[in-house]
Every structure is written in C-alpha cells, then in structure tokens.
T-cell receptor, first 113, second 115 residues
C-alpha cells in the first residue's frame, strides 16, 4: 500500500528565510504533484513532476523529484507572508494507471512578517 | 465550464438522512475523482470515474456511499443514512485522462455537516 509522508507538518518561519518541505513515499511512482490549499479553499495545483531528476520553479518555490530515493522536496526561498498556506504532495497510486492520488498529511506554513 | 463546480458548497443534514453532492467537471475531462478531507483522516480518495464507469471504487468507506456519472460529465455522490463521522469536505477533481501527464483540478468542495 502506497504511503506518503510529509515533514514537517507545521512550519513557522520569518519572512526572508529559506526552508524545505520533504515528501517521502513508500512505493515506486514516477508522478508526483504539489498542491497549495488556503484556509477554507480548495486545492490549487503548483507543480507536476513526472520523471527522476525533474525540477520545476515558480517564483519563490522550487520542487524536485528523486524517484530512486522516493523523495520530493519543495524549497521556499526568501519566504513572504503570501506563501502562508498548507502544502500537500500527492503521488499517483493504485494499479491500472487511474490517476488516483495518495496525499501526504500536508505541511502548514506560517510566514511571519 | 472554466473550472470544476460543486454544489452545494455547504450542507447541514440530520443524522440518518440521505444527501446528494454534485460535481460538474471541466469540459472535456474524461477522468473524475471524489476525495474526502477531514481533520482526522486528511485527504482520502473515494472513487474514480473514467467516462461513466467507475473502475476504482476502493475508497468508498461503506455501502452507504455510492456515486454515478452520466453523459461522461456530471457526477453525483450519494450518502445514505448519514452518520456524524461522514462530516467532512467532499472534493471533486477532474483531469484530461490518466496517463496524460496533466494534473487533476479540484472544485471548491462541499462541506457536509451531520448533526
């Protein structure tokens, strides 16, 4: 059974600092996704990572995927308050190429001014 | 439509009643998913539709839960004889098709409260 674990689960940081969120998963998968969720809102797609070594960047966020280590990272550079949200990684799981997603627990990021 | 649309956005129901939640996916998306988000369980997969058929129903928690999709478009998730533990946010997502290397897009969710 595929399991996805994120750490940390809660992160409080000052504006301007850098930090990394880690996403580990338990079985082989080549497709990993990062989503953002603001309080009371739905999930917004951030990154789609489809192969080993994939790296994508958008603004202050950069995501990478190491399929051999079964690890993805979401790196935050020079955090700003607007990045405060909960971040989920999700891995495609199950047999038959259904696109079904198994989610991590989520990392709640709080950026203090 | 421009995005995945769900209705109602909020639903309060009495324990034991049946509820229907609706999802209108992005036009042209053949894959449709239901997920449930609750404090204790996080985000859980419920069911996957490809067209009108549901090849993966493995996440439905009990036989009180059922879903259908018609015309390859709108889907309805029905919960019969609701229980308090059914209280959660029910999220619908759609994608072009599995294996197309595109992400799933989520609706705003239906917050279900069973009292």
């Amino acid at each position: 059974e595929l399991k996805v674990e994120q750490n940390p689960l809660f992160l409080s940081m000052q504006e301007g600092k850098n930090y990394t969120i880690y996403c580990n998963y338990s079985t082989t998968s080549d497709r990993l996704y990062w989503y953002r969720q603001d309080p009371g809102k739905s999930l917004e797609s951030l990154f789609v990572l489809l192969s080993n070594g994939a790296v994508k960047q958008e603004g202050r966020l950069m995501a990478s995927l190491d399929t051999k280590a079964r690890l993805s990272t979401l790196h935050i550079t020079a955090a700003v308050h607007d990045l405060s949200a909960t971040y989920f990684c999700a891995v495609e799981g199950g047999s038959g190429n259904t696109g079904k997603l198994i989610f991590g627990q989520g990392t709640t990021l709080q950026v203090k001014p | 439509g421009a995005g995945v649309s769900q209705s109602p956005s909020n639903k309060v129901t009495e324990k034991g009643k049946d509820v229907e939640l609706r999802c209108d996916p992005i036009s042209g998306h053949t894959a449709l998913y239901w997920y449930r988000q609750s404090l204790g369980q996080g985000l859980e997969f419920l069911i996957y539709f490809q067209g009108n058929s549901a090849p993966d129903k493995s996440g439905l928690p009990s036989d009180r839960f059922s879903a259908e999709r018609t015309g390859g478009s709108v889907s309805t998730l029905t919960i019969q004889r609701t229980q308090q533990e059914d209280s959660a946010v029910y999220l619908c997502a759609s994608s072009l098709a599995p294996g197309m290397n595109t992400e799933a897009f989520f609706g705003q969710g239906t917050r279900l409260t069973v009292v």
